[in-house]
């Protein structure tokens, strides 16, 4: 069985920086599509940031300018930089991916991790 595995989130003042990273915990299943979700306490989970598997990305609009999803083909990684965080930016963040093993795919959620801004 193969997971995701996400890191980086944590506690952080608003205007501050942190990078998350997503990857396969089983190396023959890469990354072909991702997408960064966030869950919030009594909220519906979002769509933050996603990325096609031609490299295209787009963003809810209340992260364009702030966050940036990227990928790491040759560490079969995918990352989202936060920058200038905000508040109401504090959720629960997931990592979801369209993972490809010899031509099936399978679509992979992670545990999620927490990202705490503090005003």
């Not at 990273?21 to 072909?32: D, L």
Request: proline share 2%; charged share 15%; net charge positive.
């Amino acid at each position: 069985q193969v997971q995701l595995v996400e890191s980086g989130g944590g506690l952080v003042q608003a205007g501050g920086s942190l990078r998350l990273s997503c990857a396969a915990s089983r190396s023959t299943f890469q990354i072909n599509a991702a997408g960064w979700y966030r869950q919030a306490p009594g909220k519906q989970r979002e769509l933050v940031a996603a990325l096609d598997s031609g490299g295209s990305t787009k963003y809810v609009d209340s992260v364009t300018g702030r966050f940036t999803i990227s990928r790491d083909n040759a560490k079969n990684m995918v990352y989202l930089q936060m920058n200038s965080l905000k508040p109401e930016d504090t959720a629960v963040y997931l990592c979801n991916a369209q993972l490809l093993r010899l031509g099936s795919f399978y679509d992979v959620w992670g545990q999620g991790t927490q990202v705490t801004v503090s005003s």
